[in-house]
C-alpha cells in the first residue's frame, strides 16, 4: 500500500496496512547523519544577510523549482529511511525580509536560526513580532498577503513531484499558515493583547488572516491536495492564548468556512495546534477538522489526555501523536517503548490513529531513543493490532 492510501485510509477510519507515522519538524542531525542524509549549517544565510538586495537573493532561490524539488525530494528520502509516510510542504510563512541571523516571514514574524550545541543542529525560532499596533500592521507594504502569488503553487507542485519521484512512498502534504498563531506572533504577545482590547481591529486582523487562508486551502484543494495541514497553535501548557469566546468569535467562524471549502473537494484538514485546548476540543470537532496533531502530552492539564480524549471523540477525530520529546531525550527506553505500544494498542485499531511524537523531533533526542520508537512501530504497527495488554 502506498503512502497517500494508508494517511487517506486512516482519515477515513479504515484499516490500512499499517500505522501511519508523521512528524512535523525532524530537527536532529545526529539521527539525520546516522541514517546518511547531508547535514550543515545555514552557510548559505550568514553570506547572504550582509549582502545588498539579501531579500530578493533568498526569495529567487525559493522560485527557482529545480532547487525546491531537490529540496523536498532530498527530505522525503531521509523520511523514507526512517518510515515515517507523510513530508509537509509549505504554501505560506515565506521569508519578506532578511535580517542579520534569519528573517521577518510573510506574517510579521521575527524568525532566527540559534545552533544547538550537542550536534550542530540549527534551529529556527521565534523571536518576536514585527508590528507595533494596529496602523503598524495596515501600513506594512506586503499587505494584504497574495494567495495567488507563483511561490505558493510552486512549493505544492514540487512536493507532488518529488512524491511522484519516490514512487508515493511518501505522502507530500501542503500546509499553510492560520489564524491564531500567525496573528499573535506578528505582533508579539505583548502588543496583540492591546489589540484584542480593540474589538473592530483585532476582527479586522484575524479577518484579513481568514480570507486568506480559505482562498489558499480552496486553491489547494481545486488542484487535487487530498489533505492540507493548518498551522495554528491555540495554547500554550497551561491554556489558551486567549479567552474561549474570544476563538468562538474571531477564529472558529473562520476554521469552520475553511473546513467546509476542503471537504466539498474531498480534502481533508489536519489542525497542528500545541498547547492544552481542552476548553474548545468540541469547538474545533464542530467546526469540521479531520485530523489533531500532536496532543501535547505535557501540558499542565491532566484531563488532556489522549487515551481520554480517544475514548471521548475517537469516532469523530483522527488523533496524531503524542509521545513526549522529553521523554525521547531523557526517558528510558522501556518507558518510551510501554508508552509507544499503548498508543497503537489503544488507537490505532480500526484507523483514526497517525504515529508521531507529542511534537517533533528536536536535537534532544537522542539516536537510541529514536530507534526504539521504530522497532515498536515496526513490531506492532501492522494491521490487525495486536499487542497484548
Given at each position: 500500500m502506498d503512502a497517500p492510501t494508508r494517511v487517506l485510509k486512516t482519515l477515513n477510519h479504515e484499516e490500512p496496512d499499517r500505522v501511519p507515522a508523521f512528524e512535523s519538524a525532524f530537527e536532529n542531525n545526529t539521527i539525520k547523519a546516522h541514517y546518511g542524509m547531508k547535514v550543515g549549517g545555514t552557510t548559505l544565510l550568514k553570506i547572504v544577510q550582509y549582502l545588498p538586495f539579501r531579500t530578493r537573493i533568498v526569495r529567487s532561490l525559493l522560485q527557482k523549482r529545480e532547487l525546491v524539488v531537490k529540496s523536498y525530494l532530498?527530505?522525503?528520502?531521509?523520511?523514507?529511511?526512517?518510515?515515517?509516510?507523510?513530508?509537509?510542504?509549505?504554501?505560506?510563512?515565506?521569508?519578506?525580509?532578511?535580517?542579520?541571523?534569519?528573517?521577518?516571514?510573510?506574517?510579521?514574524r521575527i524568525m532566527k536560526y540559534e545552533k544547538y550545541k550537542g550536534d550542530g543542529t540549527y534551529i529556527l525560532g521565534y523571536r518576536g513580532g514585527y508590528f507595533k499596533d494596529f496602523d503598524d500592521y495596515e501600513q506594512c507594504d506586503w499587505y494584504p498577503l497574495d494567495p495567488q502569488e507563483p511561490i505558493r503553487f510552486l512549493h505544492f507542485s514540487a512536493g507532488k513531484e518529488a512524491q511522484k519521484d519516490l514512487n508515493n512512498e511518501i505522502f507530500a502534504i501542503p500546509s499553510v499558515g492560520a489564524l491564531m498563531e500567525c496573528t499573535w506572533e506578528g505582533f508579539g504577545l505583548e502588543n496583540f493583547s492591546r489589540l484584542l482590547a480593540h474589538r473592530k481591529q483585532a476582527k479586522k486582523v484575524f479577518d484579513d488572516r481568514g480570507k486568506f487562508t480559505l482562498e489558499m486551502v480552496k486553491i489547494l484543494a481545486e488542484s487535487d491536495a487530498k489533505v492540507v495541514l493548518l498551522w495554528?497553535?491555540?495554547?500554550?501548557?497551561?491554556?489558551?492564548?486567549?479567552?474561549?469566546?474570544?476563538?468562538?468569535?474571531?477564529?472558529?467562524?473562520?476554521?469552520?468556512?475553511?473546513?467546509?471549502?476542503?471537504?466539498?473537494?474531498?480534502?481533508k484538514i489536519i489542525l497542528h495546534s500545541d498547547g492544552d485546548l481542552l476548553e474548545i476540543f468540541e469547538d474545533?470537532?464542530?467546526?469540521?477538522?479531520?485530523?489533531?496533531?500532536?496532543?501535547?502530552?505535557?501540558?499542565?492539564?491532566?484531563?488532556?489526555?489522549?487515551?481520554?480524549?480517544?475514548?471521548?471523540?475517537?469516532?469523530?477525530l483522527t488523533f496524531i501523536g503524542n509521545i513526549s520529546p522529553q521523554m525521547l531525550a531523557t526517558g528510558a527506553i522501556s518507558e518510551i517503548e510501554e508508552y509507544a505500544k499503548r498508543l497503537i494498542r489503544e488507537l490505532a485499531p480500526g484507523g483514526g490513529y497517525i504515529f508521531s511524537s507529542g511534537h517533533s523531533i528536536n536535537p534532544a533526542v537522542t539516536l537510541d531513543r529514536w530507534q526504539a520508537v521504530l522497532r515498536i512501530r515496526e513490531k506492532y504497527g501492522t494491521y490487525p493490532i495486536n499487542i497484548p495488554d
Open positions: 532530498d527530505t522525503f528520502k531521509f523520511f523514507r529511511k526512517v518510515k515515517l509516510d507523510i513530508g509537509i510542504t509549505i504554501t505560506s510563512l515565506f521569508p519578506k525580509k532578511i535580517i542579520r541571523g534569519g528573517f521577518i516571514d510573510e506574517y510579521g495554528d497553535d491555540y495554547g500554550f501548557k497551561n491554556g489558551l492564548f486567549m479567552s474561549p469566546h474570544n476563538y468562538k468569535t474571531l477564529v472558529f467562524p473562520w476554521l469552520k468556512r475553511i473546513c467546509h471549502s476542503a471537504h466539498k473537494q474531498d480534502c474545533l470537532i464542530e467546526c469540521g477538522i479531520d485530523a489533531l496533531h500532536p496532543i501535547e502530552p505535557t501540558t499542565a492539564n491532566p484531563e488532556y489526555d489522549i487515551f481520554k480524549l480517544h475514548k471521548k471523540y475517537g469516532d469523530r
